[in-house]
């Protein structure tokens, strides 16, 4: 049963012309980064070996750091983790999860990316190897050190600085050629996030919820096993009963 759970391979899709957060996000003009650079178009998730691999599609491919990786207009985050249990803030990106939490988180940006596990019990992080990462046309592939399974995953686009110490520009209201101008100074850090719904709540109301396997199925298992417990029981009742009968 879980190795059937583990081989599924996950697609799904994201509306194009959304990169604007709320909708009023106002990019940086210094250097020009468009919104299509931006823009989530696409998640497929697969197993690979002892690990996984992410593809990410965008709606176009930029450069504008000269990046070694090919690509430096934004920043991917990657949150994989389950429908129960595990960390619910996405971190220092002004968003909390909506239902379920993650455990393990990439980074993936054209000057390097990083892996980590979410410790046990409140801790903190574990450094993972580093992920190997290329550009294939218009999508980023990411081979992760993440154990082959089904996952729910929160996934982010947001613009890329290199004046910041982890390389991701936050929002601010003030105008300016190098600000991402949002209309309020706590706004999410994104400027897409992947949602097949389009749905644009996660930048009003601060949450954002899981895509991919967003039920347990640890839980939907132990039900089935009961249930099926419980039928054998009936069962060897039905016939013990009709041999004393």
């Known amino acids: 049963m879980w190795t059937l759970l583990a081989a599924a391979v996950l697609s799904l899709a994201d509306p194009a012309g959304d990169a604007r957060g709320d909708g009023g996000y106002v990019l940086p003009s210094r250097p020009a980064v468009s919104a299509q650079a931006l823009d989530l178009r696409g998640l497929r998730a697969e197993p690979r070996g002892a690990g996984m691999r992410l593809t990410v599609t965008l709606g176009r491919i930029e450069n504008p750091w000269n990046a070694p990786a090919g690509f430096s207009a934004g920043v991917l985050d990657l949150f994989a983790g389950s429908a129960l249990g595990g960390r619910r803030t996405l971190d220092e990106l002004r968003l909390d999860t909506r239902g379920g939490g993650w455990t393990y988180h990439l980074r993936v940006t054209g000057f390097g990316s990083t892996l980590e596990r979410a410790a046990e019990e409140g801790g903190g992080v574990v450094r993972l190897p580093t992920p190997a990462v290329r550009v294939v046309g ?10 082959p399974a089904q996952y729910a995953y929160w996934v982010t686009s947001s613009v890329y600085s290199p004046f910041t110490a982890d390389g991701v520009l936050r929002p ?11 209309g309020r100074a706590d706004a999410p850090v994104p400027v897409d996030v992947l949602l097949p719904s ?4 996660p930048f009003t109301q601060g949450t954002l919820p899981p895509v991919g396997q967003t039920r347990d199925t640890r839980t939907l298992l132990l039900v089935a096993l009961g249930g099926l417990g419980l039928l054998l029981v009936v069962v060897a009742t039905v016939i013990l009963w009709r041999r004393g009968a």
């Open 198 to 201: 389009g749905d644009q709540t």
């Open 172 to 182: 601010v209201t003030t105008p300016g050629p190098t600000h991402l101008q949002a």
């Open 138 to 147: 218009n999508s980023v592939v990411i081979d992760a050190a993440i154990p």
